[in-house]
């Protein structure tokens, strides 16, 4: 039986993520939007946000009230490190802070620690041979090369 409330749902073409819903009651108005958070990952990692909602993998996508501010942590599998925020979300700090207003994708991007071959230092460029010679700075003669090392 109708009251005299009434409720208005609207879908707004090509917007088709982004649900506008207005409800008109009791004589008073109020407007309510609610927009999509995607996140995407490349490489070995987990995202989650503050408040919560997202869990990816898991949860990547989550509908929050517009104009939410939301805090994403990016946290890298064992073996690989954080690089960088890609589409929506910009940066390289693993902890950035989004509003959400519009439909976003956020991608966290993860890169595998460099490796390094078995005995080698850290710092030591792969061909580089150098001769350790006693007397001489950092026991280094330079470059491997016939004649060179005297």
Known sequence: MFTGQKSVIRVVPNLAPVVFVALAACGGQSITTTS???????????????????DCPGDCTERF?????????????????????????????ATITIMVDKLLTCTAVFVAHPARAPGRRAGSRPG???????????????TIQPGHCR
């Open 65 to 93: 009230i517009s104009e939410t501010s939301l805090t994403l942590t990016a946290s890298p599998n064992a073996g690989f490190q954080f690089s960088q925020w890609l589409g929506d979300c910009e940066g390289s700090a």
């Open 128 to 142: 580089d041979q150098r001769a350790r010679r006693p007397g001489l700075p950092h026991g280094l003669c330079g």
């Open 36 to 54: 999509n958070l995607i996140v995407e990952i490349q490489g070995e990692g987990h995202v989650t946000s503050q408040p919560g909602g997202i």
